[in-house]
């Protein structure tokens, strides 16, 4: 099974600073016939169900603000929130699709300082 | 607007029974891999297994294998999860969820359900 490690754990940001969540996978999820990264960003407040942020490692899923990006490549991703707001206060969990099981991180939980 | 209802969840005993379902509304259900995920209590999110559209491909994680089985009914537009030989381990919310549309299942899950709390206790 493909391990999805995310850190940190948990992180406090003021309101309006920058958030940065990484994940690392322990092979790569990078799919070099189509060279897409089999990795989403999801966000889960609480009582809700996770929601859908980012696929394909940076792609933005429609409706989501475009404070938050994905990025790298392989076996390092990173979810940054460029101007943290009060509503973005939630777990955030990394999702490799690459290989079954589709495994998750362990989530990181992010609050207002 | 994609609607996934689950239901079925409830409290049972340890090498009991239960069968989810999941109504699905809003969405071509025949054009989508489902999937369940799972949550224990306060912790994190766990993948369950997964359906491709006719129900010809089916995927499991390691820990459930040979006790849970998913299936559908696209004639009732519903997703199912039969659960046997339940542990205590098992106890957690279930989400019903939907997979990217794509003739794929190596797709990331852009709808979910509320989750239907199932309890395996004595």
């Not at chain 1, 920058?18 to 089999?38: G, P």
């Not at chain 1, 009060?86 to 609050?111: L, N, R």
């Not at chain 2, 079925?8 to 489902?34: T, Y």
């Not at chain 2, 209590?41 to 010809?56: F, M, R, T």
Request: proline residues 4%; contains cysteine.
């Amino acid at each position: 099974d493909i391990v999805m490690t995310q850190s940190p754990d948990s992180l406090a940001v003021s309101l309006g600073e920058r958030a940065t969540i990484n994940c690392k996978s322990s092979q790569s999820v990078l799919y070099s016939s189509n060279d897409a990264n089999y990795l989403g960003w999801y966000q889960q407040k609480p009582g809700q169900p996770p929601k859908l942020l980012i696929k394909w490692a940076s792609t933005r899923e429609s409706g989501v603000p475009d404070r938050f990006s994905g990025s790298g490549s392989a076996t390092d991703f990173t979810l940054t929130i460029s101007s943290l707001q009060a509503e973005d206060v939630a777990v955030y969990y990394c999702q490799q699709y690459y290989s079954i099981p589709h495994t998750f991180g362990q989530g990181t939980k992010v609050e207002i300082k | 607007e994609v609607q996934l209802v689950e239901s079925g969840g409830g409290l049972v005993q340890p090498g009991g029974s239960l069968r989810l379902s999941c109504a699905a509304s809003g969405f071509s259900f025949s054009s989508h891999w489902m999937n369940w995920v799972r949550q224990a209590p306060g912790k994190g999110l766990e993948w369950v297994a997964n359906i491709k559209q006719d129900g010809s491909d089916k995927n499991y994680v390691d820990s459930v294998m040979g006790r849970f089985t998913i299936s559908r009914d696209s004639a009732k537009n519903s997703l199912y999860l039969q659960m046997n030989s339940l542990r205590a381990e098992d106890t957690a919310v279930y989400f019903c969820a939907r997979g990217l549309s794509g003739e794929s299942g190596y797709r990331p899950i852009d709808n979910w359900g509320q989750g239907t709390l199932v309890t395996v206790s004595s």
